[in-house]
């Protein structure tokens, strides 16, 4: 990774924080607001549109994250980002992004190319949580030692989750919104698996109503091991409206909360990757979005081209 231009000192000044980006480059906003939003005294928006909030300008602090530089909804707010003069660091690996960050002299982080956006996440997550810290918001408090030692026991229980998975809907349960988005995602993605997610608690309030009118899924809840009592409550009770056999419950493990939630991203990175196996898929190949993008792609090509034939 590098970075291009120096951090400003006074964006460590700003009000607010809005992360700007799409799919496994707008995840990495969710992430970080999960890891730090206990200790970052700014409040972190994750915005997942073409546009900007109406209150960003110049106290806010715009994170725009597009692995391809490519992403015309970050790319839109990016631009209005730069007209409202927003504190701005772009996280990219190229593309229309990285010209335009170089055009405004915006602080960049440059990542890797080769990857799939949803693989490049290290690449983008920890510059982040770096210059969060540098700013004096959190700690730097991961244990990526311990994770790292945690690997063969996260595969080997991926391995056996995988299974359980096939020919059904996941339902996926946490307290942190990053991990089940992150894990439903890889499911769609890597697996090409339908999968839907809620946040603990909140599902007790309305989905939990549905369980009994479901066919053929297996719901996943992932647990800190040190979630606070009301949490670990009334799991335990809404555990009694499933059958033993269409539910499985991971305690995540790790020496503090940001080590936990990483253990369970990590964690559903390896599920999606054994049930694409189960599938025989490829979980490097997204054909349904290539051409989605192919046709948005050629309608701005013919947009660009009658603009262009239009007087004045």
């Not at 995840?27 to 409040?43: A, H, Y």
């Not at 915006?106 to 490049?120: D, H, S, T």
Request: contains cysteine.
């Amino acid at each position: 990774m590098v970075e291009n231009y120096e951090i400003p000192p006074a964006y460590a000044d700003a009000r607010n924080v809005i992360v700007i980006g799409m799919g496994g480059s707008g995840v990495v906003g969710s992430i970080v607001r999960d890891l730090t939003g206990d200790q970052v005294p700014k409040p972190i928006i994750v915005h997942r549109r073409p546009d900007l909030p109406a209150f960003a300008g110049e106290e806010s602090l715009v994170i725009a994250v597009s692995y391809s530089g490519n992403t015309f909804e970050t790319l839109s707010a990016l631009g209005e980002a730069i007209s409202r003069r927003c504190k701005i660091i772009g996280l990219t690996s190229g593309g229309m992004m990285k010209t335009m960050l170089v055009k405004y002299g915006v602080p960049y982080i440059n990542v890797p190319e080769g990857y799939q956006p949803r693989e490049a996440l290290p690449f983008m997550l920890f510059p982040i949580f770096k210059i969060f810290t540098q700013f004096g918001w959190c700690r730097e408090d991961i244990d990526v030692v311990g994770l790292d030692s945690a690997r063969e026991e996260i595969e080997n229980l991926a391995e056996k989750i995988a299974p359980r998975l096939s020919g059904k809907l996941a339902l996926v349960y946490s307290e942190y919104l990053s991990v089940c988005h992150r894990f439903k995602s890889q499911l769609n993605e890597n697996a090409k698996a339908p999968a839907q997610y809620d946040v603990m608690t909140e599902l007790f309030h309305n989905e939990v109503n549905s369980w009994s009118a479901m066919k053929d899924f297996h719901v996943i809840l992932l647990r800190d091991s040190e979630e606070r009592r009301q949490i670990h409550d009334i799991v335990d009770i809404a555990k009694r409206l499933l059958d033993g056999s269409n539910y499985t419950e991971v305690f995540a493990k790790g020496i503090n909360r940001p080590t936990r939630i990483l253990y369970m991203i990590w964690l559903g990175d390896f599920v999606s990757y054994y049930l694409a196996r189960e599938n025989r898929v490829d979980p490097d190949k997204v054909p349904v979005i290539d051409y989605l993008k192919s046709e948005f792609s050629g309608l701005q090509e013919k947009k660009k081209a009658k603009d262009g034939r239009l007087p004045g």
